[in-house]
């Protein structure tokens, strides 16, 4: 993927859950909420502070994390959703 995030930007794909289908019944697409866990694709830089340095950001690419249902924006690249959020936005890395 040719993308790369900005200052303190991270580009993150959602994990889909499995689908369990209880008692017969398939919830639509569009009734199902956003999976909160997702995979790290590209990472920015770091944040510009007022010294000119750079902070260093905590995730990696290929780091799994959790994420809110309607932190960041939505992006589509070809066939692909992503998801552009700022590191502040993420909650907690899955190890």
Do not use: C, F, W
Request: overall charge negative; aromatic content about 2%; proline content about 5%.
């Amino acid at each position: 993927m040719n993308i790369r995030p900005l200052h303190d930007r991270v580009v993150v794909q959602r994990i889909e859950q499995e689908e369990q289908v209880r008692g017969g019944i398939i919830i639509p697409d569009t009734a199902k909420e956003k999976p909160q866990e997702a995979k790290v694709i590209a990472v920015g830089p770091g944040k510009l502070r007022e010294d000119g340095e750079r902070s260093p950001i905590d995730v990696k690419e290929g780091d799994r994390i959790l994420v809110g249902k309607y932190s960041g924006s939505d992006i589509k690249i070809g066939d692909e959703e992503y998801v552009i959020l700022r590191e502040d936005e993420i909650l907690a890395i899955i190890q």
